[in-house]
């Protein structure tokens, strides 16, 4: 994989999927560590373990999902697709977790605690991660934004490639480069049109702006209302536990993942002729078409959990008594292996997606363009590999794992293997179907933007596990958290038996005052850095125009040397006119030799001489 | 191939390996493509020069656009036609290698860009470089009012004193700010 044949955004975008699989499968070994593992060494070691009380009200009646009777076999791998009957009651789900307390000969595992800590942990984990990693790519994003510092002359100095060996690739590189340079010209022409704007002018694209953002915020919301809908009669037809037909019940379970699916699909085609009346600049454009559709993509699983809750805590007796138990326990005795489900069916449907994507569609374009020759197969072109809609829906499956690690402890490890077999199908269908884009993503800036984008996700998938954790009863029929009324209320209730003194500090830190101070102290050292910043921005102007001084006054002293030396010259009739200015051009030049000879250190004496 | 003749004696090897960033096996590949490009009669003289044109049909510079600049830069020839003798060859791969320091990259970098050798890049030297990269032909020229706009970018961005022109010392504050410089800038046999 030569960064000379795709160029290093490529690269980049391999990395970031290596990344991923990693990334996965460490927050998978600390879910199985923290929660797995002491359950199975307790079965078959001499610790005891107590249960959650799982008896008792209607709250905690839980009806076994296993088939019985005669099972069809397609019933199994419906089963298998979306989560249901024989897979329900295993480790993949919340809901099989019903230990309590493991009490090994030395001290007490508290499993919920453990449940809940190794959940935090993880979403700590990807953003320490993360944003190590960003660190880097940040610092540069940072110098090179400003002002486009230095972006013509790193394109022009360092622009081209010498370990480039191969014809093709010096003409790909070429072109490359030239549509570069010639968009950001064309890009800081058009600025410069910006700022010339007439006050009239710029009212009209105000106007017209705000009325296309707000087509835009009408298909997004028309968007998530058929999510909505869909994910609505999903459920309904799913505890109507109806069994027509095979397919049709497939497609009544993925309904919501379908509709999501053709959503992302059909939204970025319409920003992008949107995106042409609002005459921005090139890369604005770009940039901006982007944020819509990352908006789209998270905010659409945002949307199907929302719809979902929405069902959960809807009882249908009255609207103003709340639900007995604190959920709809007659249609979801188990919500949080629901909600599980619903991510596992995303995840596998996302999978099914990309692989029948690149098989059906991209094999056949490559097999159509190169052998017919019709107009159509020319105007279609072969594929290029877009590396933003790629990134995107990599960052969609890895906020899907976040959001459902909580109700799916195994999901994790689902979503490294499908990343590891989403890398060889993306590094296959790059060899054999697609060719470099003409349009390249300079590398140093893309890493940042992809992990900006992830970071972006895990924010969107911290706020659905924070609001289920903190707001929703858990259930009182499955899972570790029964015996409290909200999975968050281990926290407070292991606390509260913790030593006094600790305990006591640990509420000191959660109490309003702490809070209150420590926001006007981050405040305070923001501020002192923004200062810091701007300072230190003023010195190194002051600084440039120091230097261009120097150089003026160089030029003025060497132009007082010349005028002096022609004086002399004329008063002294005999010294031949031309040495003047040959000793002025010699300063120059013993300059210039002062500054190199410095560099030229590691050189044998013998080839510097040649400098002259 | 293997007459005493072209095997490089070990105390130059040894000598060589001081002189320059390049391992024992580069030079030992260096010497060996280098002989490759002699004629037989030529391979008994040590300090036999090899010519432009045979240089250039190395894979490592064929597709290269500063090529020529490269020879020229690189020669010691009294005649200046661009031919090299080993020890040149030596020079152009060590600075070019990895361990080359970056001032020494951005030294020798400066010099290929001076198309008219006279120390200083200008508005011609700058022109020339950019048809280098672009291609020379019509269609993959740029106009020359973008030509000046590009020109007049990188003289804002890199000429500090405002002279026009852009001297060694600019040329490498502007190199150090560069973050695929080093990587770009580099010859592995």
């Not at chain 1, 995303?346 to 374009?365: C, K, W, Y």
């Not at chain 1, 060719?435 to 706020?463: D, H, K, Y």
Request: hydrophobic share 45%.
């Amino acid at each position: 994989l030569s960064p000379g044949k795709f160029g290093t955004g490529i690269l980049s975008y391999f990395s970031f999927l290596r990344f991923l699989v990693l990334l996965n499968f460490i927050i998978f070994l600390l879910m199985f560590g923290l929660i797995i593992l002491p359950i199975i060494i307790v079965s078959h070691s001499s610790a005891n373990m107590t249960f959650v009380q799982q008896y008792g009200s209607e709250c905690t009646d839980y009806p076994s999902s296993v088939r019985r009777g005669l099972v069809l076999f397609h019933q199994y791998i419906i089963d298998l697709l979306s989560g249901t009957g024989f897979l329900e009651q295993t480790y993949l789900f919340y809901g099989y977790y019903n230990v309590d307390l493991v009490r090994f000969s030395r001290f007490t595992y508290n499993v919920p605690l453990a449940y809940l800590l190794a959940t935090f942990a993880y979403l700590f984990l990807s953003l320490v991660w993360i944003v190590k990693r960003s660190v880097a790519g940040f610092k540069q994003n940072l110098v090179q934004d400003e002002d486009r510092f230095q972006s013509f002359c790193n394109k022009i100095f360092s622009g081209w490639d010498f370990c480039i060996t191969d014809e093709n690739a010096a003409k790909l590189k070429r072109s490359s480069l030239l549509y570069e340079l010639r968009t950001d010209l064309e890009e800081e022409r058009i600025k410069q049109k910006i700022a010339d704007r007439t006050f009239k002018e710029r009212c009209r694209i105000y106007l017209i702006r705000l009325v296309l953002n707000l087509f835009v915020v009408t298909i997004l919301a028309g968007c998530f209302y058929c999510i909505y809908r869909a994910t609505i009669y999903s459920q309904e037809r799913q505890t109507l536990k109806l069994q027509t037909n095979f397919i049709l019940d497939l497609i009544v379970e993925y309904l919501p993942s379908i509709v999501i699916t053709l959503g992302n699909f059909i939204t970025p085609l319409m920003f992008d002729v949107i995106i042409q009346f609002e005459d921005y600049s090139p890369a604005f454009e770009i940039r901006f078409t982007l944020m819509r559709c990352v908006f789209m993509r998270l905010a659409s699983i945002g949307v199907l959990l929302f719809s979902l809750w929405s069902q959960i805590t809807h009882c249908e007796t009255d609207d103003t008594v709340p639900c007995p138990c604190g959920y709809n326990h007659q249609l979801y005795p188990c919500w949080e292996s629901r909600v599980g489900q619903e991510m596992y069916k995303l995840m596998i449907f996302d999978f099914i997606i990309i692989s029948a994507v690149t098989v059906f569609v991209e094999f056949p374009r490559k097999l159509i363009v190169t052998h017919c020759d019709c107009g159509l197969a020319k105007w279609w072109g072969q594929q290029e590999f877009a590396i933003p809609q790629n990134v995107l829906e990599i960052v969609y499956g890895q906020t899907i794992c976040w959001i459902g690690t909580f109700y799916s402890p195994l999901l994790p490890a689902i979503s490294t293997i499908k990343y590891f077999i989403i890398f060889y199908i993306k590094k296959v269908t790059l060899m054999k179907n697609c060719r470099p884009a003409t349009r390249p993503f300079r590398a140093s800036s893309s890493n940042f933007f992809f992990l900006a984008v992830l970071l972006i996700g895990l924010a969107m998938a911290c706020v659905p596990v924070g609001v289920s954790i903190a707001q929703i009863s858990s259930s009182k029929a499955c899972g570790p958290f029964v015996n409290y009324t909200t999975s968050w209320q281990v926290l407070p209730q292991v606390v509260s038996e913790l030593p006094t003194g600790l305990s006591e500090f640990l509420y000191a830190i959660s109490s309003e005052a702490f809070a209150v101070s420590f926001f006007v102290v981050t405040c305070l050292a923001m501020f002192y850095f923004i200062a810091l910043a701007g300072a230190h921005k003023r010195v190194v102007n002051q600084l440039r125009e120091q230097l261009a001084m120097e150089g003026r006054d160089k030029r003025f002293l060497i132009q007082k040397l010349c005028q002096a030396q022609k004086r002399l010259a004329s008063r002294q009739p005999r010294a031949a006119p031309l040495s003047s200015g040959s000793s002025v051009a010699q300063y120059q030049y013993s300059s210039q030799n002062r500054n190199n000879s410095g560099v030229l250190l590691e050189q044998p004496p013998a080839t510097s001489a040649t400098h002259a | 191939m293997g007459t005493s003749a072209s095997k490089l004696p070990k105390d130059l090897l040894s000598e060589y390996q001081e002189l320059t960033f390049l391992t024992k096996q580069e030079i030992l590949l260096a010497h060996r493509k280098f002989t490759e490009l002699l004629s037989r009669e030529e391979r008994q003289f040590p300090s036999s020069r090899v010519s432009m044109e045979k240089i250039l049909s190395l894979p490592e510079l064929k597709c290269n656009p500063f090529r020529q600049r490269i020879c020229l830069v690189f020669s010691t020839s009294e005649n200046k036609d661009g031919s090299l003798s080993f020890e040149d060859f030596l020079d152009l791969l060590s600075a070019f290698s990895d361990s080359a320091t970056p001032e020494i990259k951005s030294h020798y970098a400066f010099r290929i860009f001076d198309f008219d050798d006279d120390g200083t890049l200008d508005r011609a030297d700058l022109e020339k470089l950019v048809n280098c990269l672009t291609g020379d032909t019509d269609e993959t020229r740029l106009s020359a009012e973008e030509m000046r706009q590009l020109i007049s970018n990188i003289l804002e961005e890199s000429d500090i004193d405002k002279d026009g022109t852009v001297n060694l010392s600019e040329f490498q504050h502007v190199i150090s700010r560069s973050p695929d410089f080093v990587g770009s800038f580099r010859i592995i046999l």
